[in-house]
């Protein structure tokens, strides 16, 4: 089948690269001339854990091609998928649909012949019909059908995860565009479940599972808070909470707050969106409010730890929004080194691979180190913001005779209790 994948960022690059690898061919549509450039010189342009091996197979047997050109990628293809950002609006926090309707006005004038425009980008209820009504408007003979196609992928696993989805919605009341569309999932029948519903419905299943993943880790956050205080251990209550099957094991850990490109968008224009509708969201606006506050009391709770010495070195591990990404939006690594730079002068951060992003963000407001012992040098305390594999084999008794004081807060309960304090450190992880 012939794509056309409008938007090359974290969900249209690798859905690309995906769709390639099962012998599509795919055309990459970006704005963004740099962008282009750098992907057809064959070097890629963010970090995803699998990708570049795919990328470059498909690149060299010609089945992904990258473009500034919307006519020629969209006049040729079956299905045009809209993969463009939907950023938070800077004060009403609603979806931004700027880029959506804008790509939708442009492709309209292109389409040829019989086409489906599927949004995978993440876009409020209603949206399908709009984005229907502009291309209609501008090119009236045009023969197309608008797909709600939602991605579930999740950063740093976006790859695994276009392989292996946990289930395929497809949106639309249009059989012919049903049909087109399973004909693309093909490769996935049999491996997954196949969900056909209506447009909004779709639409709004994206951001219904975003939110209740989100209010799902707000949950275990506040049980964590919970156990600090009476005596219980978190990692124990979630374990015994996760057998159960109606609870499930994923989204149980604690931690300093959810974020990235997400969850923090999706749930506010979730709720955003139950006010619009007159049909309050309350666990959400709660969930959003309450993980707002977690970063910054996480970020004093490290200038307490160091309250013996307010000068004493602070050593950052993790900035990335999570562990296998180096995207650094919305990271609570990073709203919680904010918080800290008020009280601090002396923090070194380190992260394996979020420094570039980071350094755009924090600027010359703390050091940057190039290894974990280089930021861990003479420091006074050792925080763990983001869950690297690598944090959970630092090399205790090493990192404890460059340090200045022997003092770990553990925000992801990376490190095991045990090994550390058996290494002659002082010891706070999250919940216990
Ligand atoms: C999320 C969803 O998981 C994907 O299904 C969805 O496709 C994607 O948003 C999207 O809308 O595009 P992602 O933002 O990549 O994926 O990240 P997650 O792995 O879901 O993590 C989000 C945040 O929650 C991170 O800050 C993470 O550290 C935090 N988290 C996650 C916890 O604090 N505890 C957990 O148990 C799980």
Not at 236 to 259: C, H, Q, T, W
Request: proline residues 4%; negative net charge; charged residues 25%.
């Amino acid at each position: 089948m012939r794509l056309a994948i409008i938007g090359t960022g974290y969900v249209g690059l690798p859905t690309g690269v995906g769709f390639a690898e099962l012998g599509n061919d795919v055309v990459c549509v970006d704005k963004i001339a740099d962008k282009i450039e750098t992907l057809n010189r064959g070097e890629l342009t963010l970090f995803e854990d699998g990708l570049e091996d795919l990328f470059r197979k498909n690149v060299e047997r010609g089945k992904i091609k990258f473009t500034l050109d919307m006519q020629s990628a969209v006049c040729n293809a079956d299905v045009v998928m809209l993969a463009v950002g939907t950023p938070p609006h800077p004060i009403t926090k609603e979806a931004d649909l700027q880029y959506i309707y804008a790509a939708a006005k442009e492709l309209a004038q292109y389409l040829d012949g019989y086409t489906v425009v599927a949004t995978k980008s993440t876009v409020p209820v209603g949206t399908g019909d709009e984005i229907e009504k502009i291309i209609r408007e501008i090119n009236c003979d045009a023969d197309f059908d608008v797909v709600s196609i939602p991605e579930f992928l999740r950063e740093g696993f976006a790859i695994h995860d276009f392989f292996n989805p946990d289930r395929i919605v497809i949106g639309t009341n249009s059989e012919r565009a049903r049909e087109i569309m399973l004909q693309l999932y093909a490769p996935f029948v049999g491996k997954t479940s196949f969900l056909l519903v209506k447009r909004r419905s779709s639409e709004t299943i994206k951001y219904a599972s975003n939110a209740f993943l989100a209010m799902k880790i707000h949950y275990i956050n506040e049980m964590a808070d919970f156990c600090e205080k009476s005596g219980a251990d978190i990692l124990e209550v979630a374990e015994g909470m996760g057998m159960d099957s109606r609870i499930g094991k994923k989204f149980l850990n604690p931690g300093p707050g959810y974020g990235g490109s997400c969850f923090p968008k999706d749930t506010n224009a979730m709720a955003q969106m139950g006010r619009k509708y007159g049909a309050p969201l309350n666990l959400i606006e709660t969930t959003i409010a309450k993980n707002g506050e977690r970063k910054a009391k996480m970020g004093l709770r490290v200038i307490e730890a160091i309250k013996s010495n307010p000068e004493g070195k602070i050593a950052v591990l993790g900035l990335a929004f999570k562990g296998g990404t180096d995207d650094c939006r919305e990271s609570p690594a990073i709203d919680i080194v904010r918080e800290m730079v008020k009280h601090s002068h002396n923090i070194c951060v380190y992260d394996p691979k979020a420094m570039v992003n980071a350094k755009a963000i924090l600027g010359d407001s703390v050091k940057y180190a190039n290894s974990i012992e280089d930021a861990c040098r003479t420091a006074d305390v050792m925080v763990i913001l983001t869950e690297w594999e690598d944090f959970r084999h630092i090399d205790l008794l090493k990192i404890k005779s460059i340090m200045a004081k022997p003092e770990i807060v553990d925000l992801r309960n990376m490190l095991n209790v045990d090994d550390v304090v058996k290494a002659g450190f002082e010891y706070q992880g999250v919940g216990k």
